[in-house]
Protein backbone atom coordinates (compact mmCIF):
# COMPACT_ATOMS: atom_id res chain seq x y z
CA UNK A 1 0.00 0.00 0.00
CA UNK A 2 1.66 3.37 -0.71
CA UNK A 3 2.29 5.91 2.23
CA UNK A 4 -0.61 8.02 1.72
CA UNK A 5 -2.97 5.34 1.44
CA UNK A 6 -1.85 3.72 4.98
CA UNK A 7 -2.28 7.34 6.22
CA UNK A 8 -5.78 7.32 5.17
CA UNK A 9 -6.72 4.19 6.74
CA UNK A 10 -4.62 4.58 9.81
CA UNK A 11 -7.27 7.49 10.17
CA UNK A 12 -9.74 5.49 9.15
CA UNK A 13 -9.04 2.68 12.02
CA UNK A 14 -8.35 6.04 14.36
CA UNK A 15 -4.91 4.68 15.05
CA UNK A 16 -3.31 8.08 16.31
CA UNK A 17 0.03 6.24 17.23
CA UNK A 18 0.00 5.09 13.84
CA UNK A 19 -0.54 7.98 12.07
CA UNK A 20 1.73 10.47 13.45
CA UNK A 21 5.08 8.60 12.66
CA UNK A 22 3.14 7.68 9.11
CA UNK A 23 2.83 11.51 8.29
CA UNK A 24 6.60 12.38 9.54
CA UNK A 25 7.81 9.79 6.81
CA UNK A 26 5.78 11.15 4.20
CA UNK A 27 6.97 15.07 4.87
CA UNK A 28 10.70 13.19 5.39
CA UNK A 29 10.33 11.69 1.69
CA UNK A 30 8.94 15.09 0.35
CA UNK A 31 5.80 14.39 -0.04
CA UNK A 32 3.94 18.08 -0.26
CA UNK A 33 1.66 18.90 3.03
CA UNK A 34 -0.82 19.64 0.51
CA UNK A 35 -1.46 16.29 -0.54
CA UNK A 36 -1.17 14.39 2.82
CA UNK A 37 -3.99 16.60 3.93
CA UNK A 38 -6.06 16.24 1.12
CA UNK A 39 -5.39 12.11 -0.09
CA UNK A 40 -4.42 11.42 3.20
CA UNK A 41 -6.67 13.10 6.00
CA UNK A 42 -9.71 15.04 4.78
CA UNK A 43 -10.39 11.72 2.56
CA UNK A 44 -10.01 9.62 5.42
CA UNK A 45 -12.70 11.96 7.22
CA UNK A 46 -15.27 11.47 4.25
CA UNK A 47 -14.99 8.04 4.18
CA UNK A 48 -15.36 7.87 8.15
CA UNK A 49 -18.74 10.34 7.18
CA UNK A 50 -19.83 7.90 4.93
CA UNK A 51 -19.31 4.86 7.20
CA UNK A 52 -21.42 6.24 9.97
CA UNK A 53 -24.02 7.02 7.50
CA UNK A 54 -24.38 3.72 6.44
CA UNK A 55 -24.53 2.26 10.00
CA UNK A 56 -20.82 1.27 9.95
CA UNK A 57 -19.47 3.33 12.42
CA UNK A 58 -20.68 5.42 15.79
CA UNK A 59 -20.05 8.48 17.31
CA UNK A 60 -17.14 6.88 19.44
CA UNK A 61 -15.60 5.69 15.98
CA UNK A 62 -15.94 8.77 14.36
CA UNK A 63 -14.62 10.31 17.63
CA UNK A 64 -11.49 8.55 17.61
CA UNK A 65 -10.61 8.88 13.81
CA UNK A 66 -11.21 12.79 14.62
CA UNK A 67 -8.82 12.54 17.29
CA UNK A 68 -6.13 10.87 14.77
CA UNK A 69 -6.75 13.29 12.05
CA UNK A 70 -6.11 15.80 14.91
CA UNK A 71 -2.68 14.60 15.54
CA UNK A 72 -1.93 14.71 12.10
CA UNK A 73 -2.95 18.37 11.51
CA UNK A 74 -1.06 18.91 14.73
CA UNK A 75 2.23 18.13 12.91
CA UNK A 76 0.96 19.52 9.09
CA UNK A 77 0.62 22.81 10.94
CA UNK A 78 3.90 24.25 10.62
CA UNK A 79 4.20 22.91 7.09
CA UNK A 80 1.18 24.54 6.42
CA UNK A 81 0.92 27.87 7.83
CA UNK A 82 4.10 30.56 7.29
CA UNK A 83 6.00 32.01 9.82
CA UNK A 84 6.56 35.82 10.71
CA UNK A 85 3.79 37.12 7.92
CA UNK A 86 2.76 40.48 8.89
CA UNK A 87 -1.25 40.41 9.75
CA UNK A 88 -3.21 41.59 7.01
CA UNK A 89 -6.34 41.75 9.06
CA UNK A 90 -7.87 40.09 12.66
CA UNK A 91 -10.46 37.17 11.65
CA UNK A 92 -13.09 35.93 15.12
CA UNK A 93 -13.47 32.63 13.89
CA UNK A 94 -15.17 29.54 15.42
CA UNK A 95 -17.69 26.56 15.28
CA UNK A 96 -21.52 28.09 15.76
CA UNK A 97 -23.29 27.22 18.95
CA UNK A 98 -24.61 23.50 19.40
CA UNK A 99 -21.67 22.44 17.09
CA UNK A 100 -18.60 20.61 18.09
CA UNK A 101 -17.18 19.59 14.88
CA UNK A 102 -13.64 21.46 14.79
CA UNK A 103 -11.35 19.70 12.09
CA UNK A 104 -13.21 22.13 9.53
CA UNK A 105 -12.92 25.22 11.37
CA UNK A 106 -9.58 24.57 12.66
CA UNK A 107 -7.99 24.08 8.81
CA UNK A 108 -9.73 27.38 7.62
CA UNK A 109 -7.72 29.00 11.16
CA UNK A 110 -4.44 27.55 9.99
CA UNK A 111 -5.09 28.34 6.22
CA UNK A 112 -5.76 32.04 7.41
CA UNK A 113 -2.94 32.42 9.71
CA UNK A 114 -0.85 30.66 6.63
CA UNK A 115 -2.09 33.77 4.36
CA UNK A 116 -1.58 36.38 6.95
CA UNK A 117 -4.24 37.36 8.94
CA UNK A 118 -4.27 37.34 12.76
CA UNK A 119 -6.83 34.31 14.08
CA UNK A 120 -8.43 34.58 17.30
CA UNK A 121 -9.61 31.42 17.64
CA UNK A 122 -12.99 30.89 20.26
CA UNK A 123 -13.43 27.01 19.62
CA UNK A 124 -16.88 25.26 19.41
CA UNK A 125 -20.72 26.05 20.61
CA UNK A 126 -19.62 29.69 20.63
CA UNK A 127 -22.31 31.63 21.41
CA UNK A 128 -23.29 34.78 19.19
CA UNK A 129 -22.09 37.01 22.45
CA UNK A 130 -19.29 35.71 22.41
CA UNK A 131 -18.62 37.10 18.75
CA UNK A 132 -20.04 39.92 19.03
CA UNK A 133 -17.44 40.43 22.14
CA UNK A 134 -14.58 39.17 19.69
CA UNK A 135 -15.37 42.19 17.38
CA UNK A 136 -15.25 44.64 20.36
CA UNK A 137 -11.81 43.17 20.98
CA UNK A 138 -11.01 44.19 17.08
CA UNK A 139 -11.68 41.49 14.71
CA UNK A 140 -12.94 42.65 11.07
CA UNK A 141 -13.86 39.40 9.87
CA UNK A 142 -16.21 36.75 12.04
CA UNK A 143 -15.77 33.26 10.51
CA UNK A 144 -18.57 30.84 11.23
CA UNK A 145 -18.06 27.45 10.99
CA UNK A 146 -21.62 24.70 11.10
CA UNK A 147 -21.44 21.15 10.47
CA UNK A 148 -25.10 20.29 11.35
CA UNK A 149 -27.62 21.15 9.96
CA UNK A 150 -29.32 21.90 13.18
CA UNK A 151 -26.71 24.57 14.12
CA UNK A 152 -26.96 26.54 11.07
CA UNK A 153 -29.47 28.75 11.76
CA UNK A 154 -27.51 29.85 14.81
CA UNK A 155 -25.27 31.63 11.89
CA UNK A 156 -28.22 33.94 11.24
CA UNK A 157 -28.48 34.04 15.29
CA UNK A 158 -25.53 35.63 15.41
CA UNK A 159 -25.78 37.95 12.21
CA UNK A 160 -28.64 39.22 14.32
CA UNK A 161 -26.59 39.62 17.47
CA UNK A 162 -23.70 41.37 15.55
CA UNK A 163 -26.49 44.13 14.16
CA UNK A 164 -27.95 44.38 17.13
CA UNK A 165 -24.74 45.65 19.00
CA UNK A 166 -24.91 48.18 15.94
CA UNK A 167 -21.15 46.35 14.85
CA UNK A 168 -22.94 45.15 11.37
CA UNK A 169 -21.24 48.18 9.32
CA UNK A 170 -18.04 47.41 10.11
CA UNK A 171 -17.98 43.64 10.33
CA UNK A 172 -17.52 41.00 7.42
CA UNK A 173 -19.14 37.68 7.67
CA UNK A 174 -17.57 34.55 6.21
CA UNK A 175 -19.76 30.68 6.66
CA UNK A 176 -18.62 27.79 5.43
CA UNK A 177 -19.06 23.71 6.41
CA UNK A 178 -20.42 21.11 4.97
CA UNK A 179 -24.00 21.76 4.36
CA UNK A 180 -23.56 25.66 4.43
CA UNK A 181 -23.86 26.37 0.70
CA UNK A 182 -23.69 30.05 -1.38
CA UNK A 183 -27.44 30.36 -1.60
CA UNK A 184 -27.70 29.78 2.48
CA UNK A 185 -25.04 32.49 3.13
CA UNK A 186 -27.39 35.20 0.56
CA UNK A 187 -30.18 33.90 2.54
CA UNK A 188 -28.80 35.36 5.99
CA UNK A 189 -27.00 38.15 4.58
CA UNK A 190 -23.56 36.79 5.41
CA UNK A 191 -20.97 38.77 3.09
CA UNK A 192 -19.01 35.40 1.52
CA UNK A 193 -19.16 31.59 2.13
CA UNK A 194 -16.25 29.08 0.92
CA UNK A 195 -16.49 25.57 0.10
CA UNK A 196 -13.30 24.65 1.56
CA UNK A 197 -10.16 26.21 3.59
CA UNK A 198 -8.39 27.20 0.62
CA UNK A 199 -11.11 29.38 -1.39
CA UNK A 200 -11.80 30.35 2.50
CA UNK A 201 -8.45 31.98 2.18
CA UNK A 202 -9.22 33.73 -1.08
CA UNK A 203 -12.93 35.38 0.19
CA UNK A 204 -11.43 36.47 3.25
CA UNK A 205 -8.61 38.32 1.50
CA UNK A 206 -10.90 39.81 -0.82
CA UNK A 207 -13.83 40.73 2.00
CA UNK A 208 -10.70 43.34 3.24
CA UNK A 209 -9.86 44.09 -0.08
CA UNK A 210 -6.55 42.61 0.17
CA UNK A 211 -7.19 40.50 -2.80
CO1 LIG B 1 -20.40 14.41 13.21
N1 LIG B 1 -21.69 14.59 11.77
N2 LIG B 1 -21.85 14.37 14.51
N3 LIG B 1 -19.02 14.09 14.49
N4 LIG B 1 -19.23 14.16 11.75
C1 LIG B 1 -21.16 14.81 10.42
C2 LIG B 1 -21.02 16.31 10.14
C3 LIG B 1 -22.26 14.12 9.51
C4 LIG B 1 -22.37 14.70 8.10
C5 LIG B 1 -22.01 12.60 9.49
C6 LIG B 1 -22.98 11.87 8.59
O1 LIG B 1 -24.11 11.65 8.96
N5 LIG B 1 -22.54 11.51 7.40
C7 LIG B 1 -23.57 14.35 10.40
C8 LIG B 1 -24.33 15.66 10.13
C9 LIG B 1 -25.65 15.45 9.42
C10 LIG B 1 -26.30 16.75 9.13
O2 LIG B 1 -26.54 17.56 9.97
N6 LIG B 1 -26.58 16.95 7.85
C11 LIG B 1 -22.99 14.32 11.80
C12 LIG B 1 -23.75 14.05 12.97
C13 LIG B 1 -25.20 13.65 12.74
C14 LIG B 1 -23.20 14.14 14.26
C15 LIG B 1 -23.94 13.93 15.61
C16 LIG B 1 -25.34 14.56 15.71
C17 LIG B 1 -23.96 12.40 15.85
C18 LIG B 1 -24.72 11.95 17.08
O3 LIG B 1 -24.42 12.34 18.18
N7 LIG B 1 -25.70 11.13 16.84
C19 LIG B 1 -22.95 14.57 16.62
C20 LIG B 1 -23.22 16.07 16.84
C21 LIG B 1 -22.36 16.64 17.94
C22 LIG B 1 -22.44 18.16 17.97
O4 LIG B 1 -21.73 18.81 17.20
N8 LIG B 1 -23.31 18.72 18.79
C23 LIG B 1 -21.64 14.41 15.88
C24 LIG B 1 -20.42 14.24 16.52
C25 LIG B 1 -19.23 14.06 15.87
C26 LIG B 1 -17.90 13.78 16.61
C27 LIG B 1 -17.75 14.58 17.92
C28 LIG B 1 -17.88 12.28 16.95
C29 LIG B 1 -16.84 14.06 15.49
C30 LIG B 1 -16.26 15.51 15.53
C31 LIG B 1 -14.94 15.58 16.27
C32 LIG B 1 -14.27 16.91 16.06
O5 LIG B 1 -14.55 17.70 15.19
N9 LIG B 1 -13.35 17.16 16.95
C33 LIG B 1 -17.68 13.96 14.22
C34 LIG B 1 -17.13 13.80 12.92
C35 LIG B 1 -15.64 13.53 12.86
C36 LIG B 1 -17.90 13.90 11.75
C37 LIG B 1 -17.47 13.68 10.26
C38 LIG B 1 -17.28 12.17 10.08
C39 LIG B 1 -16.21 14.37 9.79
C40 LIG B 1 -16.20 15.89 9.98
C41 LIG B 1 -14.83 16.40 9.61
O6 LIG B 1 -14.01 16.66 10.48
N10 LIG B 1 -14.53 16.45 8.30
C42 LIG B 1 -18.73 14.25 9.48
C43 LIG B 1 -18.97 13.57 8.15
C44 LIG B 1 -18.36 14.32 6.98
O7 LIG B 1 -18.05 15.48 7.06
N11 LIG B 1 -18.22 13.62 5.88
C45 LIG B 1 -19.77 14.29 10.52
C46 LIG B 1 -13.21 16.84 7.79
C47 LIG B 1 -13.11 18.37 7.67
C48 LIG B 1 -11.75 18.76 7.11
O8 LIG B 1 -14.11 18.77 6.77
O9 LIG B 1 -15.44 19.95 8.57
O10 LIG B 1 -16.38 19.69 6.22
P1 LIG B 1 -15.22 19.88 7.10
O11 LIG B 1 -14.49 21.26 6.73
C49 LIG B 1 -14.16 21.60 5.41
C50 LIG B 1 -15.27 22.39 4.68
O12 LIG B 1 -16.57 22.08 5.13
C51 LIG B 1 -14.87 23.81 4.85
O13 LIG B 1 -13.46 23.77 4.86
C52 LIG B 1 -13.02 22.59 5.54
C53 LIG B 1 -11.72 22.14 4.91
O14 LIG B 1 -11.81 22.03 3.52
N12 LIG B 1 -15.28 24.58 6.02
C54 LIG B 1 -15.33 25.94 5.93
C55 LIG B 1 -15.57 24.22 7.28
N13 LIG B 1 -15.81 25.29 8.02
C56 LIG B 1 -15.66 26.37 7.23
C57 LIG B 1 -15.77 27.74 7.49
C58 LIG B 1 -15.54 28.63 6.43
C59 LIG B 1 -15.23 28.18 5.17
C60 LIG B 1 -15.11 26.84 4.88
O15 LIG B 1 -15.62 29.96 6.58
C61 LIG B 1 -15.71 30.51 7.87
Not at 154 to 173: F, H, P, S, V, Y
Not at 175 to 193: F, K, L, M, R, S
Request: overall charge negative; cysteine-free; proline content about 4%.
Amino acid sequence: MALIDEIRQAVIDGQAKVVVPKVEQALSEGIAPDKILHEGLISAMSEVGRMFEEGEYFVPEMLIAARAMAAALDLLKPHLVEQGVEPIGKVAIGTVKGDLHDIGKSLVAMMLEGAGFEIMDLGVDVAPEKFVSALNDGAQIVAMSALLTTTMPNMKATIAAIEQAGLRDRTKILIGGAPVTEAYANEIGADGYAPDASSAVRKARALIGAA
